[in-house]
């Protein structure tokens, strides 16, 4: 099963607008972490943000996290046709043993040029 | 230097049948995960090993699946008597060491398709 909770599902968007996901999940985390997936196929770790952690930002891109309500979310400024993919997060459960990371569904956007 | 590699990148096969599907680790990284995707769906956790060891194999959905990584670098997922519910996007990743900042790196992935 899914620990992860995205929203929205799907988002539109045209080339230099600014993409906004979420994501939600259940249980107490260590960190929770956002992947890009290109095609159904590998995926990039694109961040990763502690628990103790509110905000970070890496290039175009601004996550936050919010543990009191388990929540995150992703933002891409100036999105440009190559950031078309699909996003997921991932959480690391507290106490967790190694780095078994728990996703979520994925928001698949499509930036148009 | 080279990336996690899957072999192969699409495997066919009928109801019934067995498969094995072949994991390249970054050279050094002495964590390695299978994960499986279904269409639509985020990976799911399958396996994980640390050196030879499976450290932690409660992902694996019944005794149909196996992995193995004799010498703590390729690995092998194995699955038995497939069924078609088992089609899916199986994903390989590695990390440097198992801690839980250390990010995984994955593979391509192998699309199985069971007919």
């Known amino acids: 099963s899914q620990q992860g909770e995205e929203d929205p599902q799907a988002l539109s968007i045209q080339e230099g607008e600014n993409a906004t996901m979420n994501c939600s999940y259940k249980?107490?985390?260590?960190?929770l972490q956002w992947y890009r997936q290109n095609s159904g196929r590998g995926l990039v770790h694109l961040i990763l943000?502690?628990?103790?952690?509110r905000e970070k930002h890496s290039g175009r891109l601004r996550v936050t996290l919010d543990t009191s309500k388990k929540s995150s979310s992703l933002l891409i400024t100036a999105s440009r046709a190559a950031d078309t993919a699909s996003y997921f997060c991932?959480?690391?459960?507290?106490?967790?043993?190694?780095?078994?990371?728990?996703f979520g569904g994925g928001t698949r956007v499509l930036v148009k040029p | 230097g080279a990336g996690v590699s899957q072999t192969p990148s699409n495997k066919v096969t009928e109801k019934g049948k067995y498969v094995e599907l072949r994991c390249d680790p970054i050279s050094g990284h002495t964590a390695l995960y299978w994960y499986r995707q279904s269409l639509g769906q985020g990976p799911e956790f399958l396996i994980y090993?640390?050196?030879?060891?499976?450290?932690?194999d409660s992902g694996l959905p019944n005794d149909r699946f196996f992995a193995v990584r004799p010498e703590g670098s390729v690995s092998t997922l194995k699955i038995q008597r497939t069924e078609r519910g088992d089609s899916a996007v199986y994903l390989c990743?590695?990390?440097?060491?198992?801690?839980?900042?250390?990010?995984?790196?994955f593979g391509p992935g192998t699309r199985l398709l069971v007919l």
């Open positions: 943000i502690r628990s103790n952690e």
């Open positions: 249980t107490s985390i260590n960190n």
């Open positions: 990743a590695s990390s440097l060491g198992q801690g839980g900042s250390e990010t995984q790196y």
């Open positions: 991932a959480t690391l459960p507290s106490g967790a043993a190694g780095n078994k990371l728990t």
């Open positions: 090993f640390q050196g030879t060891g499976a450290a932690d």
